[in-house]
């Protein structure tokens, strides 16, 4: 296998699913610009906010089937394209309901992201190595997203937010260029043996059925990607508004101390990786248990001392970050890949992934009014809940019950 191809691929791919978070990031940064604007408050953003993550979960579904018939590369590139155009266009947005259109075209446009990178590294790295190689992946979007928001909130506050999601549409467009470059679908695009033979079918045919087992598992790992989603897209979409709003930090200053949560995870995800790669088969599942117990009793810490101090919450902050970054990155990728069929990659990311985004869209209605109603001790109570049923769902997933289905 050629050393050249695999590192292009691994470095395309995450640098365009990097590339994805410069064009979905912003729109949560200038929350509270776009809400003084176009005078909207808490629930009103969340609403917008519910436009964008309802066709993406929605693209999800689709994206994934999309990607096994079409191939990723026409997949992503499409979304690409599509997204930089609706990035421009909600800069200039002069009204909600124009914003609105954007970011439900933006949000068909970035399903497209997860399920055609994910295919593509499926198809170039082999189960032996893939938590190890998908944690190190994985840092490719959690620094992406770390490095949105601050170039977010350095643009919003030069330039106000048309310049941020100009700026944001502009990275987008240069990880295109490299992934148009560099990325091929599998190795035998480029006269390469495939690296698992007896699991890397291809788009072309040869992909096994769907079993009961395997759709149970698929949709299991949706149920806990959902909660595990609705906690991450809750605090990259709430956390600058919420500190801007309770704990009174410029708008710039807090989509910086937002990043907290994002650099975190670069180390959690890592970790979450290695440790999987050394279980045996079905162990990634009780490593994602693990880490998720510590997500529980990080969000009960943010709830017992982070609501009046900003230091503390900021820590707490930080290890949701690192310990919901591995259970999210394991089960979205390795785990989704290796539960369904083989040739059936694309569809089992897109699924989980959908489920997830499903939760990620409930987030924006219900959290939008907790902040109204509740404040900051509401938000977080909300998140430690949602914490919990992910672990149940992990649970169900080690019972012998589950295994033998």
């Known amino acids: 296998m050629s050393i050249s191809w695999r590192s292009k691929v691994f470095l395309s791919t995450a640098l365009t699913y990097a590339g994805y978070y410069f064009g979905r990031k912003t729109f949560y940064v200038c929350k509270a610009s776009l809400g003084q604007s176009l005078q909207l408050d808490a629930a009103g953003l969340g609403w917008l906010g519910t436009a964008f993550l309802a066709t993406y979960a929605l693209g999800q579904f689709g994206a994934g089937g999309a990607g096994t018939r079409w191939g990723a590369r026409r997949l992503v590139l499409v979304g690409m394209a599509l997204s930089i155009l609706c990035n421009l266009g909600m800069g200039w947005a002069a009204s909600w309901p124009i914003l609105a259109f954007w970011l439900l075209l933006n949000g068909l446009a970035q399903a497209s992201g997860w399920p055609g990178t994910v295919a593509t590294m499926a198809q170039w790295f082999g189960r032996a190595e893939r938590g190890t190689v998908m944690g190190f992946w994985s840092t ?45 679908n599998s190795p035998r695009d480029v006269g390469l043996p495939a690296v698992d033979q007896e699991e890397s079918t291809g788009e072309n045919g040869g992909a096994e059925p769907w079993t009961r087992k395997a759709a149970g598992a ?4 949706g149920c806990f990607y ?45 970790v979450a990786g290695l440790i999987s790669d050394h279980m045996r088969r079905g162990g990634r599942i009780f490593v994602c248990f693990l880490f998720t117990i510590l997500v529980v009793l990080s969000c009960l810490a943010m709830v017992s001392y982070g609501g009046n101090s900003l230091p503390i919450f900021g820590i707490c902050l930080g290890s949701v970050g690192f310990f919901l970054s591995g259970p999210d990155t394991l089960v979205s990728g390795a785990v989704a890949i290796e539960a369904a069929p083989r040739g059936h990659a694309a569809t089992g990311a897109g699924v989980v992934n959908g489920m997830g985004s499903v939760g990620a869209v409930l987030q924006e209605v219900v959290l939008g009014s907790i902040l109204r109603d509740a404040g900051v001790k509401g938000f977080v109570l909300t998140l430690t809940l949602s914490s919990v049923l992910a672990l149940v769902s992990l649970g169900v997933m080690l019972t012998p019950w589950a295994r033998r289905r």
């Open 218 to 221: 698929v949709a299991l790992l």
């Open 226 to 270: 959902f909660f595990a989603k609705f906690i991450r897209y809750a605090l990259w979409s709430w956390v600058p508004f919420l500190l801007h709003d309770s704990y009174g930090l410029s708008e710039a200053d807090s989509g910086y101390f937002s990043t907290i949560y994002d650099w975190a995870s670069l180390a959690g995800a890592i």
């Open 140 to 184: 490719g979007y959690q620094l992406g997203a770390g490095l949105a928001t601050t170039l977010a909130s350095y643009m919003l506050g030069r330039a106000g937010y048309p310049a941020a999601f100009a700026a944001g549409a502009g990275v987008l467009g240069l990880a295109m260029i490299v992934f148009f470059f560099w990325q091929r």
